[in-house]
């Protein structure tokens, strides 16, 4: 079993970075594959990045290729998704998910363990 803890959301404006930082604890982190998913109101849940169990892969939805980074230290047990140049239409509520399988993945249905959340809402 994992515990997974977001922080770091809050309001900016347009074309401010923030950075996100999930704290694992309860389970084998540095066995587990790490995402971050949002949903935004009025919509389904998303898939935004994820890294494998080594921080050697990483993978980003095509929406924040080149924006987002997502990375990890299995010595803190802490994952971490850095947002530059946000946009109005990042602001959603983000969560941090583990996987049991070590390769990282954009499924929803592969993670085994999700935080509550963090909002980021970015302003125009």
């Known amino acids: 079993q994992v515990q997974l803890v977001e922080s770091g959301g809050g309001l900016v404006q347009a074309g401010a970075s923030l950075r996100l930082s999930c704290a694992a604890s309860?389970?084998?982190?540095?066995?587990?594959?790490m995402g971050w998913f949002r949903r935004a109101p009025g919509k389904e849940r998303e898939f935004v990045a994820a890294?494998?169990?080594?921080?050697?892969?990483?993978h980003y939805a095509d929406s924040v290729k080149g924006r987002f980074t997502i990375s990890r230290d299995n010595a803190k047990n802490m994952v971490y998704l850095r947002m530059n140049s946000l946009k109005p239409e990042d602001t959603a509520l983000y969560y941090c998910?583990?996987?049991?399988?070590?390769?990282?993945?954009?499924?929803?249905?592969?993670?085994?363990?999700w935080g509550q959340g963090t909002q980021v809402t970015v302003s125009s």
């Open positions: 998910a583990a996987s049991s399988i070590g390769s990282s993945s954009d499924y929803e249905n592969e993670y085994d363990w």
């Open positions: 309860g389970g084998v982190f540095s066995d587990c594959a």
């Open positions: 890294i494998n169990w080594s921080g050697r892969i990483t």
